[in-house]
């Protein structure tokens, strides 16, 4: 059986994805977070208080995902919510210790993602990106 070039790096592509969530997960145990509760930590440090809309449309997970893992993180007083105009929509914000959570996780993300980069040239990244900003587009258009 032989495989053409795009399904082999669909294939390639959703196999290091995988693994390189999984070896994600391995560095943010170690705050007992995971990939997908980091995902809302980062979207909240970057973009500021927010809807679960907002967050959802961000990540392109389905709402009631973003949900779970919101009272996963309430729970645990990373994040708060915060009053709305909106009574239907839910804002949410890091607290202090979300915001603490923040700075301590993002450097070892940081040097995490930095050595699965190290062989990997500033010339090739922007083809990379210049690649995935492609198929992102034709993905929303589709």
Same mark, same amino acid.
């Given at each position: *059986?032989?495989?053409? &070039? =795009? ?8 196999? /290091?994805?995988?693994?390189f969530? @999984? ?5 943010l ?5 995971? =990939? +997908?509760?980091?995902a ?7 973009? &500021?208080? +927010?809807? %679960?809309?907002? #967050? ?11 949900t779970? /893992?919101? /009272? ?6 990373? #994040?708060?919510?915060?009053p ?5 929509e839910?804002?949410?914000q890091?607290?202090?210790? &979300?915001r603490?959570?923040y700075?301590?996780?993002i $450097? ?6 930095e050595?699965? *980069?190290?062989?990997? +040239?500033?010339?090739? %990244? @922007? #083809? *990379? *990106?210049? #690649?995935? &900003? @492609?198929m992102?587009?034709?993905?929303? $258009?589709?």
């Open positions: *059986m032989s495989i053409s &070039g =795009h399904q082999y790096f669909f294939h390639q592509y959703l196999q /290091t994805a995988r693994l969530t @999984k070896r994600l997960n391995d560095q145990a170690k705050h007992d977070l995971f =990939h +997908s509760q980091w809302i930590i980062y979207y909240l440090k970057h973009y &500021g208080p +927010s809807t %679960l809309v907002d #967050i959802s449309n961000y990540l392109n997970v389905e709402k009631p995902t973003i779970r /893992t919101v /009272t996963r993180l309430q729970e645990r007083d990373i #994040i708060e919510q915060i709305s105009d909106n009574k239907r839910k804002r949410i890091l607290t202090e210790a &979300g603490e959570i700075n301590t996780c $450097h070892h993300v940081s040097e995490f993602e050595k699965v *980069m190290s062989s990997v +040239s500033e010339d090739e %990244l @922007k #083809i *990379m *990106m210049k #690649i995935f &900003g @492609k992102e587009h034709q993905l929303q $258009h589709e």
